[in-house]
């Protein structure tokens, strides 16, 4: 079965910093690969989608990659700032129906 | 204004009841998934919907029940047998037969807790 992992399950930084998210997954045979972001108390807000033939996606100051042979993806914040300080999730759909498998995620603080 | 409406924000469940949490969509989607996410834990899917009246179990779906009568509906029944159903359970749409898929829109979820 599908296992997704983040790490690490929180982080702080410093206003400004550029910061990398990870995102591992144990089964190679994915459709595609999604990012969220959640907010305390509510519900999950689409950030990038990376479809299994692509290697990256990119949205302003946000850019996912996507290497499926080493079962990995990585969230790419630029000038991080205090508005994105939320917890950040990946999930895997394996079939294209968007079953999604979901990690754990990782809490991001960003200190003004 | 289109969206997810999850109600209520909290709702407490005596032993031995039966509870309905409600999810309802304007977005005109065709699925609808229920997740239930634990502290620590990734969401986890109960049940999902593709179509009007079809519906299929997903990994957690044991002392769960849904239906789907109408498109802009699927309210989930936590059930008496489900021994541990304190929990943040969220509500989710897609719009679905497009030639990629898309993501998933959430609502806000509703908290449930034991008395």
């Known amino acids: ?112 | 204004d289109g969206g997810i409406t999850q109600s209520p924000k909290y709702l407490f469940r005596k032993e031995g009841q039966n509870v309905t949490l409600s999810c309802e969509q304007n977005l005109n989607h065709d699925a609808m998934y229920w997740y239930r996410q634990d502290p620590g834990q990734g969401l986890r899917l109960i049940y999902y919907s593709q179509i009007v009246n079809d519906f299929q179990k997903g990994d957690i779906a044991e002392g769960y029940s849904v239906s789907r009568e109408k498109k802009e509906s699927f309210p989930l029944t936590v059930t008496s047998a489900q021994k541990n159903p304190t929990a943040f359970y969220l509500c989710a749409s897609m719009l679905s037969g497009t030639a990629r898929v898309q993501p998933q829109h959430f609502g806000d979820g509703t908290r449930l807790s034991i008395l």
Do not use: H, M
């Open chain 1, 1 to 112: 079965k599908q296992e997704v992992t983040q790490i690490p399950a929180a982080l702080s930084v410093p206003e400004g910093e550029n910061l990398v998210l990870n995102c591992s997954f144990t089964d190679s045979a994915i459709y595609n690969l999604q990012w969220f972001r959640q907010d305390p108390g509510k519900g999950l807000t689409s950030l990038l989608l990376i479809q299994s033939s692509q290697r990256e996606q990119t949205s302003g100051r946000l850019n996912a990659s996507l290497d499926k042979s080493s079962g990995r993806s990585t969230l790419y914040i630029a000038a991080s700032q205090p508005g994105d300080s939320a917890t950040y999730l990946c999930a895997v759909d394996q079939t294209g129906a968007n079953n999604l498998f979901f990690g754990t995620g990782t809490r991001l603080t960003v200190i003004p």
